[in-house]
């Protein structure tokens, strides 16, 4: 398997344009997380899905963040309106069972996203 | 509220040292515990995974810890070399069984030189 695909890799927008960031997860892996890392706040969960439905997003920062899962094999983090404060590296991860269990998550590659 | 915290924050060695990086989290109640390593502008790579009816895992020449009832996990790297220069987390997860949620401490920045 290629691991968790993320894209695009690096992302430079304005202020107020809407991004989108996508992920592909390993096939047959039930859970899909998304992550925001900064080097203030360290990395921190913004949602994850159980075979396609959202679990939890306590972790959305505000309205301006969505995402979805429209099947297994895809998935679309967006932000609209950008700020500059959003400004960070997206990951996006996915585990074959539920990681308070034996399974470990797979990383992809990131998404550094930059709002001028 | 699950707080993981990491200390120290960066560790620079010599080629050769044995360390030790430590890993504290708050509640007790956890099932497992991760160790992971990020390479600069990469992902992460999970190292390692403690179950909590276990005290310790080896992969190699890492060795992770677990001490459940005062909330501490070392990562013990043997004869460390350049290669091993990455952040180093730890993390784990919050919510009960059910729940796949991860929490991370903030790292560890390690450098190996020659």
């Known amino acids: 398997d290629a691991g968790v695909i993320q894209s695009p890799r690096h992302e430079v927008t304005e202020m107020g344009q809407e991004v989108t960031l996508r992920c592909k997860p390993i096939?047959?892996?039930?859970?899909l997380f998304w992550y925001r890392q900064t080097m203030m706040r360290g990395l921190e969960l913004l949602i994850y899905f159980n075979n396609n439905v959202p679990i939890d997003d306590s972790g959305m920062p505000e309205d301006r963040f969505s995402a979805k899962m429209p099947n297994a094999s895809f998935s679309t983090l967006k932000i609209q309106p950008s700020e500059p404060r959003d400004s960070a590296v997206y990951f996006c991860a996915s585990s074959l069972t539920n990681p308070a269990n034996t399974d470990t998550q797979y990383f992809g590659p990131g998404t550094r996203l930059t709002v001028l | 509220k699950q707080e993981v915290t990491q200390i120290p924050a960066a560790l620079s060695v010599p080629e050769g040292e044995n360390l030790v990086l430590n890993c504290s989290f708050t509640d007790s109640a956890i099932y497992n515990l991760q160790w992971f390593r990020q390479d600069p502008g990469k992902g992460l790579t999970s190292l390692l995974l403690i179950q909590s009816s276990q005290r310790e895992q080896t992969s190699g020449r890492l060795n992770a810890s677990l001490d459940k009832s005062s909330g501490r996990s070392t990562l013990y790297i043997a004869a460390s070399q350049p290669g091993d220069s990455a952040t180093y987390l730890c993390?784990?997860?919050?919510?009960?069984?059910?729940?796949?949620?991860?929490?991370f401490g903030q790292g560890t920045i390690l450098t190996v030189h020659p």
């Open positions: 096939s047959g892996h039930d859970y």
């Open positions: 993390a784990v997860p919050t919510g009960g069984t059910s729940y796949g949620k991860l929490t």
